[in-house]
């Protein structure tokens, strides 16, 4: 059956509208692809063929107080690889081991840090030598994926000297990166790990640039440069610290290989660090780039922790320097005087019930008022000081004069000292009354259950030499903070401070330690322990106008004499500026 000619009409004007309404939809998905939408295609394209490589900022630098450098930038190489898959990293640097090893676990980390951010180039080698480069540079034609630039790396000029202050860097690790105070880090970024590098890391860090390179499918570099504008680095700050470096080398040169401990100097006015010194010590070169695990472990195995800050985390009991505190607290209560005698004189002991308490002159010392006792560090003459107090009183005083508290300087891992609050710490340690007023001649003396470390005694020590105020230690300015530990007349101050000088002097313990042209005020120490005890020697200089105090812990030390000459150079070096042989450690 034929249709009608006006039904083939119809249906020729149907079928020419559809024919017009889809060429309509085609012609408008085209205009919006080619046309609306060509910025997002391009860009989603040059993603696809573009390869983010991060440009490392500067860290800024670390001066002393005169502007010389403890840390700065110097030139490095860093060695990359891109990549689609990590199956095809792999069997990059499976090829690549036969020009630079790679051991398994170093393929390991390679391959941890691709999957943690796939899109930039993997880090193979972080701190490359020249030669790694120039051979890798040779090979580049076999290894098209390779991204090899040059970075700004860490230096420390003077090495292990500045160790336990400027601290060192490392690469940020997966649970960092997931911390919020690195919520804007990335992979394969340095961070400070120790020291200033850790305290002012949001100071010393810059902003990170970056420059992208072109690659094809297989992830191979097919144009280097130009493929889209460079985003450049912005340096991170420079901080300026009060530390004095001369004095700071030169206390390094005061503690031979064989020795252990601390040392810090500071300012007694302003509380300025000008020093700060940890033996043995280590080189935070060696982290640079990555220390190598038997380096590492050497670090971490070594009986003498190296990696350990003897003077902001060792925690020692302070011996005769503490004896000044047992003064203080007993002349603030009206207990004593400077010219004050016990009611025995010293013979070597001191009765308490059945057992003796010894004092460190076996001879004895006969009778001496308190400035001699503090002189001769007459142990029996504190013995009965400390029981006239009365042991909750004690207490009570070292905590108003700090013993309970860390220095709060800008430093991280500070400890905390301790010292008793209350009896109730005792009753927690030995059980209720399993413990006798022997504790309190152990205080007394600075023993038994108490331990400082060398900051908080050097803090103490500002108080005595200025007006009974302690400061708060600061590497870098900040406004001066002054805390009242105790409050004696300026007669009393004076005589606690000749009785310190007379300690340097022909009549005390650490005549040696004396400098010529200068009144140096100290005390030294000698700390049981259970092997060979410790030395200790805290003190200031000049005597009437102090500009300097120094604390000194040599760990198995003995006697402190050592302690007390090492502080005494220091001052003298600081307070002369004069060109010093090191110490002859050698000596009696």
Request: charged share 20%; hydrophobic share 40%; with cysteine.
């Amino acid at each position: 059956m034929s249709l009608h000619p006006n039904a083939v009409q119809r249906r020729g004007r149907t079928a020419g509208i559809l024919v017009t309404i889809a060429l309509g939809v085609l012609l408008a998905a085209f205009f919006r692809a080619q046309v609306l939408e060509h910025a997002g295609y391009a860009l989603q394209s040059d993603d696809n063929r573009l390869n983010e490589v991060p440009l490392p900022a500067p860290r800024g630098m670390i001066l002393d107080r005169n502007g010389q450098v403890i840390a700065e930038n110097i030139p490095g190489y860093t060695v990359s690889m891109l990549s689609p898959r990590a199956d095809s990293l792999r069997a990059s640097l499976a090829r690549l081991s036969s020009v630079l090893p790679l051991s398994d676990s170093q393929v390991a980390v390679i391959v941890k840090r691709y999957r943690a951010a796939p899109a930039r180039p993997a880090v193979i080698l972080t701190d490359a030598t020249f030669e790694q480069v120039s051979l890798l540079e040779e090979e580049r034609s076999r290894f098209p994926s390779l991204v090899i630039q040059a970075t700004p790396k860490r230096h420390y000029p003077d090495g292990a000297a500045v160790a336990a202050l400027v601290g060192y860097t490392g690469e940020i690790n997966e649970a960092e990166l997931a911390l919020e105070r690195y919520a804007d880090y990335r992979p394969g970024q340095q961070v400070g790990r120790t020291g200033l590098e850790r305290q002012y890391e949001s100071v010393l860090r810059g902003k990170d640039g970056s420059r992208f390179v072109e690659v094809d499918a297989r992830g191979r570099v097919v144009r280097q440069a130009g493929a889209r504008p460079d985003r450049l680095p912005e340096s991170g700050g420079d901080l300026h610290t009060n530390i004095d470096i001369d004095l700071q080398r030169y206390t390094a040169t005061l503690f031979d290989s064989t020795m252990q401990g601390g040392a810090v100097a500071m300012d007694p006015v302003t509380g300025a660090v000008l020093a700060l010194h940890s033996a043995p010590i280590f080189d935070p070169n060696d982290f640079i780039g990555g220390i190598s695990s038997a380096k590492y472990r050497a670090l971490r195995e070594d009986p003498r922790n190296p990696l350990y800050n003897k003077a902001l985390q060792g925690r020692y009991p302070p011996a005769s320097a503490f004896k000044l505190a047992t003064a203080i607290i007993a002349m603030q209560l009206g207990i004593v005087g400077l010219d004050d005698r016990m009611p025995e004189g010293c013979d070597g002991a001191y009765q308490f019930g059945s057992r003796p308490f010894r004092c460190w002159e076996k001879k004895g010392h006969g009778s001496l008022t308190l400035a001699q006792a503090i002189e001769k560090s007459c142990d029996v003459y504190f013995y009965q000081l400390g029981l006239r107090l009365g042991l909750e009183k004690f207490l009570a005083g070292g905590v108003e004069l700090g013993f309970t508290r860390s220095t709060g300087v800008d430093l991280p891992d500070e400890k905390t000292p301790l010292w008793p609050t209350t009896t109730a710490y005792l009753d927690s340690m030995y059980g209720k009354g399993n413990w006798t007023n022997a504790v309190t001649l152990n205080l007394s003396i600075g023993q038994g259950e108490n331990t400082q470390t060398v900051l908080t005694m050097a803090r103490f020590y500002t108080a005595l030499a200025t007006d009974g105020q302690a400061v708060r230690p600061h590497v870098v300015d900040r406004p001066v903070e002054r805390e009242k530990l105790f409050d004696l007349t300026p007669q009393q101050l004076a005589g606690l401070r000749e009785a310190l000088h007379g300690v340097v002097s022909a009549r005390g313990t650490a005549a040696s330690a004396a400098i010529k042209g200068v009144e140096v005020a100290g005390k030294t120490g000698t700390a049981q322990n259970a092997g060979k005890d410790h030395g200790w020697f805290v003190g200031f200089a000049p005597k009437e106008d102090p500009k300097i105090v120094v604390a000194v812990l040599l760990e198995f030390g003995e006697h402190g004499y050592l302690a007390a000459r090492i502080a005494s150079k220091m001052m003298e070096r600081y307070l002369k500026q004069a060109v010093i042989q090191p110490l002859n450690v050698t000596g009696g």
